[in-house]
């Protein structure tokens, strides 16, 4: 799922790359995610670091930059050492999956069909969710529009902490983990599909501008 948004949101975003619009991917680990117990985040370092380096297993450039966060951060502030420490586990890790790759011993995530499978629905509901963003809201891309577009209901963020009063109808959906993805659910547990949701958004800010 992480490496299928990835994917999906690099390939959105660079059709709008350009000589005055460039991408630079630079990945990084969750603060939430490291453990407290300092030996068990070296070990989802690792693993992250190397989760990174599958985003684009095909380009040894690729990710350009890595935010290496520190495995302390679970548990404290990290100091120099542990800081310069950090780095040597990401840069080792990448090194050794790397090789590990070349040698046939993991699995080729640049051939996965599941991801590429994933990352296809998702661009496509993306794709589906922007078209319907413009069909009722003007200068979508405006401060204004982009407020027009939270308020209406278009971005689903149930776990909003802030503001909460400000965004009923952003906040009001429910969401559940399906297949390690999130997803909009009914009343009945029942995922909720893209079309329906935009659909229900773009009638209820249709009918607000009319009554």
Not at 61 to 66: F, G, L, M
Not at 128 to 139: G, P, Y
Not at 185 to 190: F, L
Request: glycine share 6%.
């Amino acid at each position: 799922q992480d490496l299928a948004k990835c994917r999906a949101l690099l390939q959105m975003v660079r059709e709008d790359a350009g000589p005055d619009f460039n991408i630079i991917l630079q990945p990084r680990a969750g603060l939430d995610y490291l453990s407290h117990n300092i030996e068990r985040a070296k070990i989802q370092l690792a693993a992250a670091s190397i989760l990174m380096d599958d985003i684009e297993p095909r380009d040894a450039a690729s990710p350009q930059v890595i935010h290496v966060v520190s495995y302390s951060e679970g548990s404290h502030l990290a100091t120099p050492d542990i800081v310069v420490d950090s780095i040597r586990i990401t840069r080792h890790a990448i090194d050794e999956y790397r090789t590990a790759r070349r040698r046939g011993e993991v699995d080729d995530m640049g051939a996965s069909q599941e991801v590429e499978t994933r990352t296809r629905e998702l661009v496509e509901g993306a794709r589906k969710v922007m078209a319907a963003i413009r069909s009722v809201v003007a200068d979508p891309w405006t401060p204004e529009g982009l407020d027009t577009i939270f308020r209406a209901g278009f971005l689903p963020v149930p776990a909003l902490w802030g503001n909460r009063g400000d965004y009923p109808m952003a906040t009001n959906w429910t969401t559940k983990l399906v297949n390690g993805g999130v997803c909009v659910i009914d009343e009945s547990g029942r995922p909720v599909s893209v079309e329906e949701r935009t659909a229900l958004v773009v009638d209820t800010l249709r009918k607000g501008r009319t009554d």
